[in-house]
């Protein structure tokens, strides 16, 4: 990750802190061209459906009141599904929240 994007980051996880089991997750782009070069129309893109941690939360309690720590970390890359999370703007980029559950796969790199 660039330093400049690395520092965004940070100050984007500084500003936000999710409850919780939530996290906060920044999609990945839409692929814009073909392996050809061709540029492909916005409608004909699929949706993105993988992302970066920025954020996470301390974990849910249980009927105890113990913590349940979040099974991912910051800068793990995921599988999301479809539709779903809570989109939120914030310096003219994108992120969503997500509760841990809803994440579909941890990738490996």
Excluded: C
């Excluded at 699929?46 to 970390?73: D, K, L, M, Y």
Aim: aromatic letters at 6%.
């Amino acid at each position: 990750m660039a330093s400049a994007a690395k520092v965004a980051v940070e100050s984007i996880a500084k500003r936000i802190k999710p409850l919780f089991d939530r996290v906060l997750v920044e999609k990945a782009e839409p692929i814009a061209r073909s392996k050809g070069g061709l540029y492909i129309p916005e409608k004909a893109q699929g949706r993105v459906v993988h992302g970066t941690i920025v954020a996470t939360g301390p974990g849910a309690r249980n009927e105890q009141g113990a913590n349940i720590p979040v099974s991912v970390s910051v800068g793990d890359s995921v599988l999301l599904p479809e539709y779903g999370g809570t989109k939120i703007e914030l310096d003219a980029k994108d992120y969503f929240l997500y509760r841990e559950n809803d994440i579909l796969a941890k990738l490996q790199d």
